[in-house]
């Protein structure tokens, strides 16, 4: 993994591994024995560990350092560390029958070509023989576009000398949740006992791991008899069951040496036991050549390799448009490089991301919690959405208070998050939300934005300690007051390049400057890499890269009925702390409907109580008039009048209002909540079901907002003629509300910022006023009229006419052939009115899925 064959010269001892018919020469510092295709001696003994011992230089002499299960053994004893002789030395892997590697050492003056090698191990060229990767402007391919030169970069490699000396030892500090290396979780006498055992959270089970991904009864484990074949079966687990790093489904056989992940945990079968593997080669988090290239050739991230030691907090700083963010995108899986790799675990994280995910924690810089939910209620609801399905509410509680009590939140439990925390605190609350899953790597973007030093001083040490805990920590910051709390600062300059990587106490020595804003100017100066000296090669992995990074898979969700019932709760409970939300959801309905009643006049929505004598006629019968003199009458009988003024303007009012209300209630909501359902749909949120549980709350708020103001606007006058005209009435402004509740929502997912709402608001308003016919005719006038029936308000209008009777009197041709009298037209609007409904549901789903991964 981290070696090269030799070539003839150079003054140090080599080393000559046999094994399998094969024959290798190494001059570099190290050579790492297992089963793992990244090792240098790849080797197909089924008692080999993944890596199974290594072979390193101190100082003058070659020592190895057993690292494995089953043992290393010479001579039929196990040993744990052996100095290399000068003779050949025979090392059994497993068991003292087992492969044997033979190790012999050559003597510089004496330089032995390498054979050629066996299959199944993959040779690395020489450094000084790998290619430079090419400069966006240099000759391409003539099957590459010169705007994706990135594809032709050669897979990187590790220097030698750049990996740790304790890879493969066991980690003394494991993050919460672990257990210690070769802990054994099944004990001798329950295997003799020849019975399954289960594995789970629950305490009833066999095994029993204190993981909050691991479901109550997660997996069952058959050993076998002696000398049989053990199965693994998982029992339909949220978070899977993972052998060699793929999910199974229903049963998979276990073999010597096969690594089994459940939730946080990795196992490796010896063939009578599972034993924890927690080494610090596993959490250790490798970036190896990473590259975000844009299609047009721009570089956001350039070739950035390097090593995150367990126990490590490390701050990412630079200047705007560096690529910090473009790194934790990378890192984290949420926006793959389109070159290079991430390992973690020993496992590709683009190529097992449904496998890793639940291990990494991502805090944005945005805060991911509701500000007008208290700490408690937050946490309970991102608990209930994050552990899986069959954690009961006390142990959703348990885990809550846990948390909350690692990040000194505890007092604070019952503290409204918008008006009742410091900034220090609500970042604090959205570490806890990450912290729920107990994830080894922690991942923050810009925490300590627009806080004071204080609280920038109080969050990083809290992430030191964090850190301390034994997991991987990660800091994007602009901040450079509290550095000296990490163990690493990474400075990215502008291009995504590396400019230094190590401790604080270097950076300004690195750079030759006196002070961190000297720093940051000379980043942007363009002869930077002429002024600064050459970074030393960072540590990443090796072998071969895939071929390419194929797309994030989706993540494992919870039961959509349970998703949608804890979305609609939380939503409710947002409204009902929300003060000026519900004030506006009471207040507006009760606005709108007094104003209604400021229309002049008492005949209300009635036609009939607004008939009239035309000139100076006078009644002389049940609509009918008559133009009388000294009592008597004179001319023809004519036909009584509507008035339909004070009609038409108290239905304008209902319809603006309803426009009103159900956008205003929802066309912020999405816009303002993006940061937290993106963070949400990361660890199997489901859009649909999240924009399904917005249409649900606020619809109905808006359902019953248009019934109040049909309420308040009515009562007390003569209502619509006919059977139940009142109800029909109500039934269209309720409906237009509802659809432009689902109208407001679209919008929310389409527009970039809140502060684009409100422009939007009032055109939308103004358009479908303008479009409903109401205040002139729309019926009859080419492409205004086609137009008009995309908006919902023509189809309410054209049902309230219908229901109020707005049809009848009209002269011959100037009807409005959608709103005509009768149950028929009603009916016909509508039912286009809830086709408008759904098709609006429609739009909104597809925005909010595009909106889930897209950046603003």
Known sequence: MTNTPSTPGGGRDRLQVEWAGATRTYDGDRVVIGRETDCDVVVQEPLASRHHAVLQREGDAWVVVDTSSNGTFVGGQRISRIAVPANPLSLHLGGPAAEAVLVTLLPATNPVAPAPVPQGSRPLPPQS?????????????????????????????????????????????????QLQHNHSVVLPQQVAAGRALTIGREHGNDVVLNDPLV????????????????????LRSFNGTFVNGHRIQGKAQLTVGDEVIIGNQTFRWDGTQLLASATTHEFTLYADGLTVALPDGRQLLQNASFQLKPSSLTAVIGPSGAGKSTLLGALTGLRPATHGRVI?????????????????????????????LKVRQALRY??????????TRAEQDARVAQVADQLQLTARLDNRIGTQLSGGQKKRVSIATELLTAPPLLFLDEPTSGLDPGLDLEVMKQLRGLADGGRVVMVVTHSVLALDVCDNVMVLAPGGRIAYFGPPSGVLEHFGCASYPEVFDLLDEPDLWQRIPAQA?????????????????????????????????????????????????????????????LVPGKNGFSLDASLFCPGETERVGEGKCQLMRDGMPVGNVVQMVFDQGEARQRLIVLLVAACLMGTAIAIRELVGERPIFRRE?????????????KVLVLGTAALLQGLLV??????????????????????????????????????????????????????????????????????????????????????????????????????????????????GHYLMDMGVLGALFLTATGIGLWLTHRSSVGDD
């Open 129 to 177: 023989a790998r290619p430079a990767p090419p400069s966006p402007q240099a000759p391409q391919a003539p099957d590459v576009p010169a705007s994706e030169w990135w594809r032709n970069l050669p897979p990187p490699q590790l220097p030698a000398q750049a990996a740790p000396v304790d890879a493969w030892e066991p980690q003394n500090v494991v993050p919460p949740g």
């Open 710 to 823: 049909t309420f308040l606007a009515t009562v007390g006058l003569p209502g619509p003629d006919g059977d139940a005209g009142t109800i029909r009435l109500a039934a269209a402004i309720a409906l237009l509300a509802v659809t432009m509740a689902v109208a407001g929502l679209a919008i929310s997912a389409l527009v970039t910022s809140t502060e684009q709402t409100m422009p939007t608001l009032v055109g939308v308003i103004m358009l479908q006023l303008v479009l409903s016919g109401s205040l002139f005719a729309v019926a009859g006038r080419p492409v205004l009229e086609q137009v008009a029936w995309l908006a919902p308000s023509r189809w309410a209008y054209a049902a309230s006419s219908s229901a109020m009777g707005l049809g009848r009197g009209l002269p011959p041709g100037e009807e409005d052939w959608i709103a005509l009298d009768g149950a």
């Open 537 to 597: 090669p960072l540590a990443a992995t090796t072998g071969a890269l895939p071929a390419a990074v194929s797309a994030v898979p989706a993540p494992p969700q919870q039961s959509l009925g349970r998703q949608l019932s804890t979305l609609i709760s939380r939503n409710a409970a947002v409204v009902v702390s929300d003060r000026l939300l519900l004030g506006m959801l009471v207040l507006l309905p009760l606005i709108l409907g007094g104003l209604s009643r």
């Open 382 to 391: 991102a608990a209930r959405l994050r552990l899986p399905p069959d954690t």
């Open 215 to 234: 479901s109550r009864q997660h997996a069952r484990l058959d050993p076998g008899a002696p000398g049989g074949v053990a199965v693994l079966e998982d």
């Open 681 to 693: 749909y990361a660890v199997g949120l489901s859009p649909s079901i999240y924009f399904l549980s």
């Open 344 to 372: 973690w675990q020993g496992h590709d994280l683009y190529a097992h991301y449904d496998q890793l995910r639940f291990q990494i924690g991502l805090v944005p810089q945005q805060d991911i919690q509701h500000p007008q």
